[in-house]
């Protein structure tokens, strides 16, 4: 058995690993973001549809009121 390349291969699978753990923590921090920014969007659409929905309530009130006052 030569130890030198046993020592050489482990330090390359090392180096490979480490390579590979750095590219996976970047692509688990973008995925981080990506989410971050899903769920803020979220939160935006639903405060649109809540205002949209107020202002339906506000329109088919307003639409009972003239249709009481026109007598229908």
């Known amino acids: 058995m030569n130890v030198e390349k046993t020592i050489e291969f482990i330090l390359q699978q090392q180096a490979k690993t480490e390579a590979w753990q750095a590219k996976t923590e ?8 990506l989410i971050q920014a899903g769920m803020r969007m979220l939160v935006k659409q639903g405060e649109r549809i809540s ?15 003239l249709a009481v006052s026109k007598g229908h």
Request: proline content about 0%; cysteine-free.
């Open 51 to 65: 205002g949209l929905a107020a202002a339906q309530k506000e329109t088919n009130t307003e639409l009972r009121r």
């Open 26 to 33: 970047g692509q688990m921090a973008a995925i981080r973001k």
